[in-house]
C-alpha cells in the first residue's frame, strides 16, 4: 500500500505562486513513479504533471506548462509541485496520483486532495 498525503493548497491572487506538497509512505521511494492531477467544479479530473520514480523525466499537462513544476526529493519521500503565474481557471481540488504497477490513465493510489483558489 502507498499512502499519499497532500498539503499546501489555499487562496492566491492571480499571478501568485503556492507550493503543494504530497508526502508518500508505505512502499520504496524509488518504486513508484508519481504526479498531480485536478479536479476543478463540474468538470472531470485532469492530469497536471508527472515524475518518474527517479526525478528524471517530467512531464506536463499543456495548460500548465512553463508554469508550473514538479519535483521529488528521495529523502523526504516527498513530491512537490510548484505552481507559478496562477489564473483562475487553475481554481480545482490538486490530488497527489501514484502509479506502481498501472497506468497514468488510471492511477493505483490517490490522495485526498488540496484545495488552490485563485481569485480573478
Known amino acids: 500500500q502507498l499512502q499519499l498525503v497532500e498539503s499546501g493548497g489555499g487562496l492566491v491572487q492571480a499571478g501568485g505562486s503556492l507550493r503543494l506538497s504530497c508526502a508518500a509512505s508505505g512502499r520504496p521511494f524509488r518504486s513508484y513513479s508519481m504526479g498531480w492531477f485536478r479536479q476543478a467544479p463540474g468538470k472531470e479530473r485532469e492530469f497536471v504533471a508527472r515524475?518518474?520514480?527517479?526525478?528524471?523525466?517530467?512531464y506536463y499537462a499543456d495548460s500548465v506548462k512553463g508554469r508550473f513544476t514538479i519535483s521529488r526529493d528521495g529523502a523526504k519521500n516527498t513530491v512537490y509541485l510548484q505552481m507559478n503565474s496562477l489564473k483562475p481557471e487553475d481554481t480545482a481540488v490538486y490530488y497527489c496520483?501514484?502509479?506502481?504497477?498501472?497506468?497514468?490513465?488510471?492511477?493505483?493510489?490517490w490522495g485526498q486532495g488540496t484545495q488552490v483558489t485563485v481569485s480573478s
Open positions: 496520483a501514484g502509479v506502481v504497477a498501472g497506468t497514468w490513465v488510471n492511477p493505483d493510489y
Open positions: 515524475i518518474g520514480w527517479s526525478g528524471g523525466r517530467t
